[in-house]
Structures are given as C-alpha cells and as structure tokens.
C-alpha cells in the first residue's frame, strides 16, 4: 500500500506542476493572442508563444506520461483487485488521444 500511496502522491504532484504551468501559459497566450488563436493558430505560432516557459515541457511530459499512469491498472492487478472497465478504457483512450494530438499536432488538444 505504501507504493501505491507513493506512487499516486508522485502523479498528484507531477499534475499539479503540469496545470500550474499549462494554466500559467494558456492564460498568457490568451492575454497576448486571443482564445481563438490558442485554438485555431498554427501549430508553429503556438509554439513560438510557448517558447517563454516550462509550458512546452509540461504538455509533452504530459503526452509521455500516459504510458507510466497505465502502472495505476498494473498495480490494481497485482494487488488482487479488480479492475473496472471505466478504470482501463480511461487510461487507454487519453494516452490514444494524447499520442494522436501530439503526432498530428492538434492544437485544441491544449485545452
């Protein structure tokens, strides 16, 4: 139980550090641009306007680490537990989606 606690107090933290600075640059390039442009600018303007910050690297570490929050339903398993479809279905369609935004860069996918 102890690693999983950790495990969980690890990811609540790493989201936290994410949406702070997700929040922190979404905010400011709505300020600066508009809300329309965070959703419809080019994948190359948006990254020009996320250069100022760890925003950039949060989004990707973010992407990547869908793979690693699958370890929730591996831990779930080997403690004997049964795992609900919600529990598996969520983390496999957000890392397909993430992987997808990332790979054909779809810049709503921000939101």
Known sequence: DRCFA?????LSVFS??????MGKGLYNMTEK??????????????VQN?????????????CFSKIPELMDTVFLILKGKKV??????????V?????????TEYTPGLW
């Open 6 to 10: 950790a495990w969980n107090l690890f």
């Open 16 to 21: 936290t550090w994410g949406v702070y600075h």
């Open 33 to 46: 641009r508009g809300l329309q442009f965070t959703i419809c600018g080019s994948t190359g303007e948006l």
């Open 50 to 62: 996320l250069q100022d910050g760890p925003t950039a690297l949060a989004l990707c570490l973010f």
């Open 84 to 93: 609900r479809f919600l529990q598996w279905y969520h983390h496999a369609t």
């Open 95 to 103: 890392m397909l989606f993430c992987w997808m935004a990332l790979a």
